[in-house]
């Protein structure tokens, strides 16, 4: 990071985003068919996160165990001894790995991913270009998600203002934890912003985000009537904010935002627990039930009507 | 809302314990040998001309549309007697050596002759009646010049439509007969209707909508039993609204009452297909038992079985036994003779019975225009993004370039076209396209030319200089290409007029346009446009297998052809490191790559310019399809060795024109860019985009597929909204749906690699819709 490019018209890029996915032809992230730029790295540390992938700022190995054929390629290129076979058994010791990617490279089974990517501006913008006709059909466009797309502000704003010249729609989808400058830097070329809000009481919030939730309701009052639509979204978790009166909650909250277009509630789901098992991280969502369908119907209604 | 009446004989029709006991089951019989001394013609006249006189008629309560003789219940006798089908029998050991060698090892199938896949011109019978029919049939039988042939063609024609005359007239005593017994005025009335329609038509041209969809049916009744079944209705939402129009406005119909006869119409077509669900029924030759011939029974079959070097399939329609309606394909929307959107209220009750209905057949079609009514796209796509994988949406403009592009239909016609037995292009009334052919196995080919003419030691192919370059190698494969299909063509020129003299269709020749004037019949050469099909299996393997040469074999040099082969030979033993690489590591067709894509439409534009280059017996040039369905791609696949884009020996090919299982690892705007950069119009046989979604779609998103598609020459596309069958399926058989992918928001992940209490926890929420 901190190369420096020639981009568009001559004008030095100066920044590279931090990322790990591009997806495209997503019509779940904002209106439209779009494309999803998911930033590396959060500074939040939800205990339901289904991208365990993206919380690191650094780049991490996935290993899928069952995908390996032991071919031992990856033993022989890795620098650091991360990898070695044991009794048969194709062992990580992820203490060692410096991320470098090379096993990945060799590894044509697939079991070991590299996750995390320096990106240049060109270079993603290239790509976004692609669906281009799909955004003018439907109205879509760029959605910066994450992790955290707001902890690289610059690299934000750099990418959406060139969306915005190229007269793309722009959402940025954060969880609001970040400092109020970073909003007001991406606010000007930004028409959606889909804010995550888990809970107003703040003890709840320390325990399953592991931070306070003083900073994000702040951030999400200062956006009330500013010039940019505001999706709320708020993950719906057992235990910890699925009752009728949590949901009322929130929506009193922004229900009187000029600028509201829609609370959303995004039902728990543990679709992401492989990823946990192939990071070698412990998955700390086990026990929290999958809401059932009818409640989540109910609380829609709350969600809706009610603001 | 279904009204009580509609819901109860939908329930009927939906129960076979109901259809056996209303319906019974005949055996009619014929004596062959005592008629051997008739032409087989003239026996085949006779035997339907027995149905329509014996079969019982029968009635489901409450419904006002008569007639529920399907072929399932009276099965067809055989017409030819045992000499004849023994000659039958011997053909194949008279075709040339190298086709039968092409047939042994799978590299074609040759239908000799073709079911269905026809649409006979009910339009016709409406306006004219049977009776119109018969007088033509009688007057060019008075033209004295008449070979024999031409006159037998005639008079069978005639038999079987006189003989479809008594099967109606039969309905209206019976309804008369149940009239004088009924016991209140309400039930007398309802016969009485019953039996003045059936009075009526098909004999005469049809006066009323209700008339209209009672001969309509009739027609196709009868139809079916002349053959088998795949008979399309054509552009019915067409021919049938000037009946319902004028009923409106004479006040004679309300729109309501119009849509529930529609919707008995509708059902009619279910039941057939509804037995072969309920009983799961399959057709076939027996392939352990080669007197077979005809034979079926529950058990298992070989559908392609190549006994004696020569695909059977066709023969198992000589006792037409049990055969299953299906491929009952309708056509609607589209543009009218001025060039403006056709969409009516017929159109639009089409909608309505595929959402209100809910069965399998009919299978209607859309053609797309931009000038489509969008409230009623918008209805479509409501019904697609709820699971339910009708209607098919066809591009009306590219299936027009696409007929131009054969060099034979008028511009009338071609504006006229619709959809024929499955997704074939033809013209309604007037065309033959012998559809479902060839199904050419292109990777097979593919190794054919990688080994220079030889499979397995043997020689099958065209002996060729081992190839230098890259484009020596793809030269090699397009010559190898030239080769088979010539051989198919060939082989099929041969049989066709010899299958002719044994397999005929007088009373369907007769509502073909061109037929009577000609006194040719159909499968002869008759029909007004003619002309016959070349279809490839595999399309996309062989894409991926050639571009895995050209990259690691010429481009970076990685493994020598020598060294290929050897892996190829042995299954990849050994070589799994390699195989994966060539798997994962290469791109593939559906990844939107350039070079691949390119690739793609090159291997197409090819295969359609070689089989172009061939005539059938009329002189027409042969018609290029990419197009196969599940059985093809098994069982070519499994007689096909292993190919170097990492597909294992025995393993199925790709379908259609649609990226290899486990290909497409991203998103869906790179499969679209991949698929729609073939010219899908040059394909102008066949060419089906099957579009697989996941998860909850919007209607809106399959709205915005469709306008892409549409701005690009794209002929026919399925859309596939996920259900929890196939995620049990994939869960199954992880390595043929490595495309897969769920969406929850925010959130994507390729299903098989989830473990298995994740996927089963997303095939339970798949059930939420």
Not at chain 1, 16 to 45: A, H, M, Y
Not at chain 1, 107 to 115: D, K, S
Not at chain 2, 408 to 436: K, R, T
Not at chain 2, 492 to 519: H, K, Q, T
Request: with cysteine; net charge negative.
């Amino acid at each position: 990071m901190g190369m420096t490019k020639r981009g568009e018209n001559n004008k030095v890029c100066a920044t590279e985003l931090n990322i790990f996915d591009i997806q495209r032809f997503s019509w779940v992230d904002g209106p439209g068919i779009r494309t999803v730029l998911f930033f590396k790295g959060c500074n939040l540390d939800c205990i339901w996160c289904h991208n365990p992938e993206s919380r690191s700022f650094d780049r991490d190995l996935l290993f899928y165990a069952d995908r390996c054929i032991g071919c031992g390629k990856c033993v022989d290129i890795c620098p650091n001894g991360c990898h070695a076979f044991s009794e048969g058994r194709h062992v990580v010791r992820r203490e060692r790995c410096a991320g470098c990617g090379k096993c990945a490279s060799v590894c044509n089974a697939e079991a070991l991913e590299i996750v995390g990517k320096a990106a240049g501006v060109d270079d993603i913008m290239e790509e976004v270009l692609e669906d281009m006709e799909f955004y003018g059909m439907s109205g879509g466009g760029l959605t910066l998600s994450g992790g955290e797309p707001l902890l690289q502000p610059e690299g934000c704003f750099e990418i959406l203002e060139r969306c915005k010249k190229r007269g793309i729609h722009t959402a940025v989808d954060t969880a609001g934890y970040v400092e109020w400058s970073s909003f007001e830097r991406v606010l000007p070329v930004t028409d959606y912003i889909l804010y995550d809000v888990k809970t107003l009481d703040d003890e709840v919030h320390k325990k399953v985000c592991g931070v306070s939730n003083r900073a994000i309701i702040r951030n999400l009052l200062n956006l009330k009537d500013r010039d940019v639509n505001l999706i709320v979204r708020i993950p719906l978790v057992p235990g910890v904010n699925d009752t009728r009166e949590d949901v009322l909650e929130i929506v009193g909250l922004v229900g009187g935002f000029d600028n509201l277009v829609k609370v959303e509630l995004l039902p728990f789901h543990k679709l992401g627990r492989s990823k946990y098992e192939a990071l070698g991280l412990a998955y700390r969502a086990e026990k929290i039930p999958v809401p059932d369908r009818e409640k989540v119907c109910a609380l829609r209604q709350h969600a809706a009507g009610k603001r | 809302m279904l009204s009580e009446r509609i819901g109860k004989i939908r329930s009927t029709i939906l129960t076979l314990e109901e259809i056996n006991r209303i319906i019974p089951k005949e055996q009619i019989t014929y004596d062959v040998e005592a008629n051997s001394h008739k032409s087989p013609i003239i026996r085949h006249a006779e035997v339907v001309e027995r149905l329509f006189t014996s079969i019982a008629i029968n009635h489901i309560p409450g419904e006002r549309i008569a007639g529920n003789n399907t072929s399932n219940y009276s099965p067809r006798p055989n017409h030819l007697t045992n000499e004849e089908l023994e000659e039958i029998k011997r053909y194949p050991k008279g075709v040339f050596k190298e086709a039968l060698t092409a047939m042994d090892e799978r590299i074609f199938y040759v239908w000799a002759f073709t079911q269905g896949h026809i649409v006979p011109d009910k339009e016709l019978v409406l306006k004219r009646g049977m009776n119109g029919i018969i007088e033509d049939i009688e007057s060019r039988l008075t033209d004295k010049t008449l070979d024999r042939n031409g006159r037998e063609f005639l008079e069978a024609s005639l038999i079987e439509c006189r003989g479809f005359l008594r099967y109606t007239g039969r309905h209206a005593e019976w309804f008369g007969k149940k009239a004088k017994e009924a016991e209140d005025g309400g039930k007398r009335k309802y016969f009485e209707d019953l039996a003045r329609v059936c009075g009526r038509v098909p004999a005469n041209p049809a006066t009323s909508f209700r008339e209209a969809l009672q001969s309509a049916w009739f027609v196709h009744i009868a139809t079916m039993m002349d053959d088998v079944a795949n008979h399309s209705l054509g552009r019915i939402d067409q021919y049938l609204y000037p009946y319902y129009k004028k009923d409106i406005d004479d006040g004679v119909i309300t729109k309501e009452e119009a849509k529930e006869l529609f919707f008995e119409f509708w059902m009619k077509l279910n039941l057939g297909y509804k037995l072969q669900e309920l009983c799961g029924l399959k057709i076939g030759v027996r392939a352990e038992d080669p007197d077979s011939v005809g034979v079926i029974d529950e058990g298992s079959y070989d559908l392609f079985d190549n006994r004696d070097g020569f695909s059977w399939l066709s023969l198992k329609y000589i006792n037409q036994e049990n055969h299953t309606d299906n491929g009952q394909v309708l056509d609607c929307a589209g543009l009218d003779g001025e060039g403006n959107d056709a969409t009516n209220d017929i159109s639009w009750f089409v909608l309505d019975a595929v959402d209100e209905l809910r069965i399998f057949e009919p299978k209607p079609v859309i053609k797309y225009t931009d000038k489509t009514d969008k409230r009623f796209m918008r209805k479509a796509y409501g019904i697609l993004a709820s699971g339910f994988g009708l209607p098919a949406i066809a591009f009306d403009e590219a299936g027009e370039r696409g007929l131009r592009r054969c060099n034979m239909f008028d511009e009338e016609a071609i504006v006229n076209h619709c959809h024929i037995g499955c997704i074939e292009l033809g013209i309604p009334g007037s065309s033959y396209i012998d559809p479902m052919n060839a199904f050419m196995n292109l990777p097979k080919i593919f190794l054919i030319a990688l080994n220079n003419g030889y499979y397995e030691g043997r020689k099958v192919g065209l002996e060729l200089e081992a190839p230098r370059t890259w484009d020596e190698f793809i030269n090699n494969f397009y010559l190898q290409l030239d080769y088979f299909v010539g051989l198919y063509t060939k082989t099929m020129n041969d049989a066709s007029p010899f299958f002719a003299r044994y397999f005929v269709r007088p009373l369907i020749s007769g509502l073909i346009d061109g037929c009577i004037e000609s006194a040719v019949p159909v499968d002869n050469g008759g029909a007004r446009f003619w002309t016959k099909a070349v279809n490839c299996t595999g399309f996309s393997t062989a894409v991926d297998s050639l571009f895995s040469i050209k990259k690691i074999v010429y481009g970076e040099k990685k493994i020598g052809l020598e060294r290929l082969r050897e892996v190829l030979d042995k299954n990849f033993e050994g070589e799994e490191d390699f195989r994966l690489l060539v798997k994962n590591r290469i791109p593939k067709f559906g990844n939107g790559v350039d070079e691949v894509d390119e690739l793609a439409k090159e291997v197409s534009s090819m295969y359609a310019e070689i089989v172009r280059k061939y005539k059938t017996t009329k002189g027409t040039s042969y018609r290029p399809g990419i197009y196969s369905f599940y059985e093809p791609i098994k069982n070519m696949g499994a007689v096909t060795g292993a190919t170097p884009d990492g597909r294992m020996a025995g393993e199925v090919l790709s379908l259609n024109s649609a990226p290899y299982h486990g290909s497409v690892k991203n998103s869906l705007s790179e499969v679209l860019k991949s698929v729609t950069a073939i010219e899908h119009s040059k394909l102008d046989n066949a060419s089906c985009l099957d579009v697989q979604l996941n998860g909850r779609i919007e209607p809106e998103v399959i709205e915005y597929i469709v306008e892409y598609l549409a701005k690009r020459d794209v002929l026919f596309a399925h859309f596939t909204v996920v259900d929890r069958d196939r995620l049990v399926e994939a869960q199954k058989n992880p390595d043929r749906y490595q495309d897969l992918t769920v969406r929850v928001t925010g959130f994507s992940a390729r299903f098989v690699v989830l473990p298995k209490d994740t996927q089963d926890e997303i095939i339970e929420r798949s059930y939420w819709g």
